[in-house]
């Protein structure tokens, strides 16, 4: 590939294969050899499927040459997080219990994809049955921008794969941060929809009512391209919702002079790092410059329901793992048997208060957007986060509550949000802020997070991996 084709970004890579000045299987085959060329060190991929997407890169040419053309994805290479089935390709959701596990239909979301004429290149990795850490049988999936830094949890795969150039969009979840985390460490953008605008069906669960199927790529035009393919009601998941699907690329072209963004400045800034509260200060300033009124708000206290995420999220893994737990339990890990264990012994008493609370803050959210289209929050409150810190969370509960802070609460209330790069640290690494808006308004996301990265490049900048040593480069990809 030339002229860096890798990053550029996926609606004009998508263009040019569909005016045939690049072929799918160009694209393809120079995005595999990059991959087995620098993942080695990164692990971002579980497995790339690399016969099969030069079979699909190969249909797509055919397609397009005798003027068949499926939209912005045809011929595009994606990857999707290895708990999303695939037909015929093993899917071991970051565990061993599943390691073995090929399933016979695709998920829904990426027979969506697959519908769209895209490329699905690889699975990309993730921690055990994507809780917070990864099966001690698998190595960690390491950040682009610099070996030292945190790549974020679950979908650390999808997200260090779109920073790297080693695919143009991937599919990852969110449960209490997974798509924001990883967006924001490794300097990507990414969606958190709406609980409900994209099937669950053919994912493996962690917390179902919590969990939530979404796009990461580098710009928010085309993570909304991506949404646009994967988004509405399937007959596979009763709990996918039946609203319509907006054109959500126009979405992304529109003037947002007069929209009001929220900011409640003491829960932006109370034990904030002084970089990510400079970030916010100056994405502030870009919003303003683009005619947003900016509107203090009060948001909810989080105290509480910070920890309720922590409950609500072990009853359901219990539940999510009762065939194959405590059955098979030397087979898991100690963090997620963690978490199981801790699920099993809540009681229904307990259980039934955390969903009480859980649905007055729904509501307390919701109130906040009859008078703003967005709420502009930090992801994390460190700039970055280094491995040496993450290493010391299960001895720190107040520094876990503090990296959940942001993002759990929009997990508990299932509101889209949207996590996009806002600066870089003076350590070089990246900070990511993100927009939440009211449910089902992901085209108010789409519009702010497009106009702020048309006057912004912070969403251009990538890591040089070419011309450093990332990790240990021993291959990290099969099949």
Known sequence: ????????????????????????????????????????????????????????????????????????????????????????????????????????????VVRKLKEAGAVLIGKTQLTEGAYSDYHPSIPPVRNPWNDDYWAGISSSGSAVAAAAGLCFGSIASDTGGSIRWPSAANGVSGLKPTWGRVSRYGTFDLAPSLDHIGPIARSVADVAAILRVIAGHDRDDPTATRRPVGDYIADTIVDVRGRRIGIDRRWNSEDVDSQVQTALTEARAVFSDLGVEIVDVSFPDVRQIVPDWTLNCAVEAAVAHQATYPLHKEQYGSILSSVIENGMVVSGMEYQRILLRRAIFRGQVETLFSSIDAILTPIHPFAPLALSTIATLGEQPELIAKLQRYTCPFDMSGHPALAFPGGFSTEGGPIGLQLIAASFDEASLFSLGSAFQRITNWHRRHPDLDGRRIGSQTPGVAG
């Not at 060190?41 to 005798?66: H, M, N, P, V, W």
């Open 1 to 108: 590939m030339s002229f860096e084709v890798e990053f550029r970004d996926l609606i004009d890579v998508g263009g040019l294969i569909a005016q045939r000045a690049l072929t799918s299987v160009e694209v393809t085959t120079g995005l595999l050899a990059r991959i087995q060329r620098i993942d080695g060190g990164l692990k971002a991929y579980a497995r790339l499927l690399g016969d099969s997407a030069i079979r699909q890169a190969e249909t797509a040419d055919r397609e397009i040459a005798a003027g068949i053309h499926r939209g912005p994805l045809h011929g595009v290479p994606i990857a999707v997080k290895d708990l999303c089935w695939a037909e015929g390709a093993a899917t071991a959701a970051g565990t061993a219990i599943y390691k073995d596990f090929v399933p016979t239909r695709d998920a829904t």
